[in-house]
């Protein structure tokens, strides 16, 4: 009974302090979430599963399934095309494994090996010279060098100062003959004189008065001489002004402005020679084909004329060569600090030595050059048709000097290997040649494992409901008496090795647009990586997109050609902590930085 009547109480006074009550709970309740989520919930986090790029051999193959063939007979197609020049099969006769068959034409194959071993010498001379230390004679022709440089940009500079003084020299004899020709032009063209009609009229007046009355080109040679000879007057005077404020002292850029200056005035004046001079003597002309006599003062006037014009192109000559040979030595001095500096560079990096960037390229190039040899053996060695097995030649196809393509059959052989016969589609298939290993599984015996060498590759496919398929013989390497015929065998087909490769797991390459890139991993713990295995690990800082170009992969592992070096840290697998968390990562966008638009992708 008192523990009811206390809980009416509590009731009644809670119901009085309502207010003061709610107030109590809220605080209650903010003060327990606080606690549990500061000290009692785990934070979550994305977590990253993390691998490292390595070096190491890539194995590319392409499986198929088939039987194993009641069939030992097969038939030798060579895999280049070309003219038969020596056949060695024999109907009948037993072969070993490796005996040559057939030998087609090989001279340009083994010009291409010869070829090849030559680049080959020749990048690995460059390498070891390039590895070579540093020699006394070396340096001393490095030095020789930029020494060498350096005086040839003095002698530009004399050359070029030179040529600026010798500008002006010209500039100073072009004043000494102009104002006597512009004086002498002026009277010549715009006197008065008695013989030539008096100071009624100019002598131009009278020369265009007299040969308009023959030849309507007077006129126009009259205006053209108005208009030219006001503009090299102008010229002259501004150019004489110009002239007697600049010294030989003056800065180059001064004076090589002053000898194009005068270079246009001699030009406007030779110019205005050149028209009276052909005013003249249209005069003449007209006059003298109709009887007439032309005043004697003509010929004076073109004498002079005559001189006027010799002098002129006589300094437009010296001139034009100044200002040719100005620009001519301003241009090699800029060739001369470009080579003195490729000079300088030069030594310095002879003194250094190769850096690691020139040793890696030379070591590349010496790389380069051995595959394209090992590539040139193995086609010549395909012009030489081989036995792929022991076994009895059971028919011979060709002769001498015929030709062949590389889906004929040289000749057809009989081995007591057993077979198998595996069904590839077209795409497959294209990536199949005669002598790749393979391995073979068998159903019936799981624990049985017989390495081979495909044999045969069918040239016509089998169509069937629209799909194409191809049949290959793989020849058993070794026999086994459990193996039977027409037992189900799987064959995996080793089309491509490349050793010593930079690998990671498929997985860790991702795509966006045209693009290939991996989430780099930077500042992690190696053992920590290790020891977390695939439950992944938190990263300190957000992954890195790192655009790679890719080449060959299989399976498991793609190979990374650039963009990443042994030893870096990729994201495999992402982990995250929840479907919420997991919502919300999508949603947010993950940009590689030079690709615009596209979010995150997981996997490949």
Do not use: C
Not at 382 to 391: L, S
Not at 392 to 409: F, H, L, N, P, Q
Not at 499 to 516: C, R, Y
Request: zero cysteines; proline letters at 2%; hydrophobic letters at 35%.
């Amino acid at each position: 009974m008192n523990l009811i009547k206390k809980s009416k109480d509590l009731w009644s006074f809670a119901k009085k302090r309502k207010k003061v009550s709610l107030v109590a709970v809220l605080l209650i309740v903010s003060a327990g979430y606080f606690t549990y989520t500061k000290f009692l919930k785990s934070p979550e986090s994305v977590r990253y599963v993390v691998t490292q790029a390595q070096k190491g051999t890539l194995i590319s193959s392409i499986s198929g399934s088939g039987q194993v063939s009641s069939s030992n007979q097969v038939e030798i197609k060579p895999k280049v095309s070309g003219d038969i020049t020596a056949v060695y099969a024999i109907l009948g006769k037993e072969v070993k494994a490796g005996a040559i068959l057939a030998v087609i034409d090989s001279a340009d194959a083994s010009r291409t090996v010869r070829d090849a071993e030559t680049s080959l010498e020749t990048a690995k001379l460059e390498f070891d010279k390039m590895m070579e230390p540093l020699d006394e004679l070396t340096l001393l022709q490095s030095e020789n060098s930029l020494i060498q440089a350096k005086e040839s940009k003095n002698k530009v500079e004399y050359n070029l100062n030179k040529s600026y003084e010798d500008g002006f020299n010209n500039v100073s004899n072009v004043f000494l003959a102009l104002p006597t020709v512009m004086t002498e032009l002026r009277d010549l063209l715009y006197g008065s004189d008695k013989e030539l009609g008096g100071e009624s009229q100019w002598n131009v007046d009278f020369y265009v008065e007299i040969t308009g009355k023959y030849n309507d080109e007077a006129t126009q040679f009259k205006k053209d001489i108005y208009e030219k000879y006001q503009v090299a007057r102008d010229a002259y005077d501004k150019n004489f002004l110009d002239y007697k404020s600049t010294s030989r002292f003056a800065s180059q850029e001064d004076i090589e402005a002053l000898i194009n200056q005068t270079y246009e005035t001699d030009k406007l004046i030779s110019e205005v020679v050149r028209n009276s001079n052909n005013l003249i003597q249209l005069y003449q002309d007209e006059l003298t084909q109709r009887g007439l006599t032309p005043v004697s003062l003509s010929d004076t006037h073109l004498s002079s004329l005559s001189s006027y014009t010799n002098t002129t192109n006589s300094y437009l000559l010296s001139l034009l060569s100044s200002v040719s040979s100005i620009s001519d030595y301003k241009d090699s001095i800029v060739s001369a600090e470009r080579t003195i500096r490729e000079k300088e560079l030069s030594l310095v990096n002879t003194k250094d030595g190769p850096d690691d960037l020139d040793i890696r390229a030379k070591k590349i190039t010496v790389q380069q050059k051995e595959d394209a040899l090992t590539d040139a053996k193995q086609a010549l060695a395909d012009h030489y048709v081989r036995a792929p097995f022991d076994g009895v030649i059971a028919k011979v196809s060709v002769k001498k000097g015929d030709s062949i393509s590389s889906g004929s059959a040289v000749a057809t052989i009989v081995t007591k290997q057993e077979t198998a016969e595996i069904s590839l589609n077209e795409i497959d298939v294209a990536k199949i040649e005669v002598g790749q290993k393979a391995t073979l599984l068998f159903d019936a015996v799981p624990d049985l494992t017989i390495t081979g060498q495909v044999a045969e590759v069918e040239a016509v496919g089998t169509v069937s409901q629209g799909v194409v398929t191809y049949m290959v013989k793989i020849a058993f390497d070794t026999q086994d008496d459990r193996v039977k015929t027409a037992m189900s065998v799987s064959a995996s087909i080793i089309t491509e090795v490349k050793p010593d490769v930079i690998l990671v797991p498929n997985s860790a390459v991702k795509t966006q647009g045209e693009n290939k890139y991996v989430e780099v991993a930077k500042n992690v713990d190696s053992a920590e990586i290790a020891s977390a295995g695939l439950t992944g690990i938190v990263l300190s800082n957000e992954p890195v997109a790192q655009i790679v170009q890719i080449g060959s992969a299989n399976d498991e592992f793609t190979e990374i050609t650039s963009g990443l070096k042994e030893g870096d840290f990729v994201i495999s697998r992402t982990i995250q902590p929840s479907t919420v968390a997991t919502a919300t990562t999508q949603n947010s966008s993950f940009k590689i930085p030079g690709i615009s638009g596209g979010s995150r992708t997981l996997g490949r």
